[in-house]
Nanobody, 123 residues
Framework: QVQLVESGGGWVQTGGSLRISCAAS????????MGWFRQAPGKEREIVAA????????YYADSVKDRFTISRDNSKNTVYLQMSSLKPEDTAVYYC????????????????WGQGTQVTVSS
């Protein structure tokens, strides 16, 4: 099992940038594929980005492609989501998740979830 704690959320102006982090604990982090999800009010949770265990493979939803970057530092047990050119429609609670598999995970279920961090984008 992996315990996950997100941080770095907040308010940012439209067009701005923000980096959110996910600190993981538990011995399985190094072999876990990781993902970032978001859920806006009244909408279903959606995957935003995913990364395999080594960081060598990544996935992005079309809505964030070329604006967001997912990365991981296995020496720090941390996953990051760098967000730029933010839009009001990016406003949501962002969740970090870990899968009990090492390969890039997009459609298969994730197993462990953080509590979420709020990101609000407005002018």
């Amino acid at each position: 099992q992996v315990q996950l704690v997100e941080s770095g959320g907040g308010w940012v102006q439209t067009g701005g940038s923000l980096r959110i982090s996910c600190a993981a604990s538990g011995r399985t982090f190094l072999t876990s594929a990781m993902g970032w999800f978001r859920q806006a009010p009244g909408k279903e949770r959606e995957i935003v980005a995913a990364i395999n265990w080594s960081g060598g493979s990544t996935y992005y939803a079309d809505s964030v492609k070329d604006r967001f970057t997912i990365s991981r530092d296995n020496s720090k047990n941390t996953v990051y989501l760098q967000m730029s050119s933010l839009k009001p429609e990016d406003t949501a609670v962002y969740y970090c998740a870990a899968a009990r598999r090492s390969g890039l995970t997009v459609t298969l279920p994730y197993d462990d979830w953080g509590q979420g961090t709020q990101v609000t984008v407005s002018s």
